[in-house]
């Protein structure tokens, strides 16, 4: 565990979530493996209040690492990072050209028709109500998402969600969009279903790449704790 005194991100207020070792999955001389808690920024925000981020926590351990994708703030779940310059492009190229597999878990409202889907619906940032997303035809950029219903509650299902895509906000707006939100999504759902969770009921539970080193495809898995 480490201190928040050696946070170089860390200002002057206390961190809202305290370090546990358990955030670190894997770890080798290239990568590193989190399971990044809800309400957690992956990087910092704007201004001082939101410093606190998965990197300024991890910083203290591993000085030299490097961003290569994110998750929501709310979003909990599986996030690899780079130690090294070489290590970063490797995986950034992979992330960019769609060869890495991500799968997400989710609590979403309602009893849908059919138990699997595609969802296809071109997306852009709304630039009125930012940080939204919204649907747009002519100039969104395209978007596709596949989902299974795994398990189906009174008023309420467990959900698989495999982005082809990584729009921002791409499942929460898509499964909005399909008439069931995400529980204890603040921003894309109704008042019931926002306050049905005190957090936002979505999870990064798979995520599939190549080492950057051996060239061999490696799987990580965490389950959610909805």
Not at 170 to 194: E, F, V, W
Request: glycine share 4%; with cysteine; net charge positive.
């Amino acid at each position: 565990m480490h201190s928040s005194s050696s946070n170089p991100f860390q200002l002057s207020q206390q961190t809202q979530f305290s370090f546990h070792n358990d955030w670190i999955l894997y770890a080798d001389q290239e990568i590193v493996i989190a399971n990044k808690p809800s309400g957690l920024l992956s990087v910092p925000g704007r201004g001082p209040k939101k410093q606190e981020c998965l990197v300024s926590h991890l910083l203290p351990i591993y000085p030299s690492i490097k961003t290569v994708h994110r998750l929501d703030m709310d979003t909990s779940g599986l996030i690899v990072l780079a130690l090294n310059s070489e290590a970063h492009r490797h995986l950034s190229r992979q992330f960019q050209e769609r060869e890495t597999s991500k799968t997400y878990h989710a609590i979403c409202t309602g009893i849908p028709s059919q138990k699997k889907g595609t969802i296809k619906l071109p997306m852009r940032c709304d630039w009125d109500k930012r940080p939204l997303q919204m649907i747009d035809f002519k100039y969104g950029k395209s978007a596709e998402t596949h989902w299974t219903i795994m398990q189906q509650y009174n008023d309420s299902f467990l959900v698989e969600l495999t982005p082809v895509t990584g729009r921002s906000h791409q499942l929460r707006l898509h499964m909005k969009s399909l008439g069931h939100p995400i529980l204890g999504d603040n921003l894309y759902a109704d008042r019931i279903t926002l306050h049905n969770s005190t957090r936002l009921q979505l999870h990064a539970t798979v995520l599939s790449f190549k080492h950057p080193t051996t060239q061999q495809r490696i799987t990580f898995t965490v389950p959610n704790n909805f």
